[in-house]
């Protein structure tokens, strides 16, 4: 039945899941949105509480020395890893600690690390500079 009429609703049915498909993307994506930004105001509780702890540095030079010297240099001059003598300047700690416990960057390692031990680290390369 091909009809100018039945055509015409066909039109119209078709206009309407269109519509359909488009209003449904626009709420997808908003919702997506909003538990972005949910997400992103949340913080890692490994991180959080790695923030808390007042980190010693001798102990974090030791740790250093054992699982961080062979790529970064006995003093964190550089090796094959770069030079981090710098590093707290040019990182904030949330970004040295993704560092260490994620492996974003290979060949560096992920490094399964508890939250005293990364602060450790972390006090003893604020003493780099
Ligand atoms: C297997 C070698 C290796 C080991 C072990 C290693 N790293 Fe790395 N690290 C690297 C390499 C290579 C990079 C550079 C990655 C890139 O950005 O391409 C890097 C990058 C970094 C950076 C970022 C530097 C910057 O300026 O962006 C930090 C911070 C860091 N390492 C800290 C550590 C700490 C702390 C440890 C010990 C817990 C460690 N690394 C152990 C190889 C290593």
């Not at 991180?47 to 030079?61: D, N, R, W």
């Not at 250093?64 to 030079?83: E, M, R, T, W, Y």
Request: proline share 5%; hydrophobic share 40%; with cysteine.
């Amino acid at each position: 039945m091909n009809t100018p009429s039945s055509k015409a609703l066909i039109n119209q049915k078709q206009k309407i899941s269109s519509w359909r498909i488009f209003s449904l993307s626009v709420a997808t994506v908003f919702f997506l949105t909003i538990l972005w930004v949910i997400g992103s105001f949340k913080q890692d509780p490994f991180i959080t509480e790695t923030l808390s702890i007042q980190g010693e540095a001798l102990s974090g030079s030791k740790l250093f020395k054992i699982n961080c010297a062979g790529c970064h240099g006995i003093s964190a001059q550089g090796l094959v890893g770069p030079d981090l003598q710098e590093a707290t300047k040019e990182l904030n700690d949330k970004k040295i600690i993704n560092q260490v416990i994620r492996g974003l960057t290979p060949p560096m390692p992920s490094f399964e690390i508890d939250t005293k031990s990364m602060a450790d680290l972390l006090a003893y390369m604020h003493t780099l500079n």
